[in-house]
């Protein structure tokens, strides 16, 4: 993950102390997967290994978002045995 703290020293820049305050705080970062024509029946019937298509297909961008706002769009990548979203455009 980008270190935005990290980044400004790397360019000689010291952020200010709001800033450097600023960068502590948590945020919620989600993946947004929208499945199209999901019915509350459907939901009914899941169970443990159940397998939802998703009828996305792989390169797909999926919105990124922070505190429920749209910030980016990534696509879905392996990294070893874990699943990983590389940005592709940020909005």
């Known amino acids: 993950m980008a270190d935005l703290a990290a980044t400004a020293n790397e360019q ?6 709001a800033w450097a305050q600023a960068l502590t705080l948590r945020c919620r970062l989600t993946v947004d ?5 999901f ?15 998703s009828h996305w297909r ?3 961008d999926a919105p990124l978002l922070v ?13 070893g045995d ?10």
Not at 33 to 37: E, R, V, W
Not at 67 to 74: F, H, M, T, V
Request: net charge neutral; hydrophobic share 40%.
């Open 12 to 17: 000689n820049q010291t952020p200010s102390p």
């Open 39 to 53: 019915k509350i029946a459907d939901v009914l019937q899941l169970q443990k290994n159940t397998v939802i298509n």
């Open 67 to 79: 505190n429920g706002k749209l910030i980016a769009s990534g696509e879905f990548e392996a990294v």
């Open 33 to 37: 997967l929208p499945l199209p024509g």
């Open 58 to 60: 792989l390169g797909t």
């Open 82 to 91: 874990h699943l990983a979203i590389r940005v592709t455009e940020l909005v």
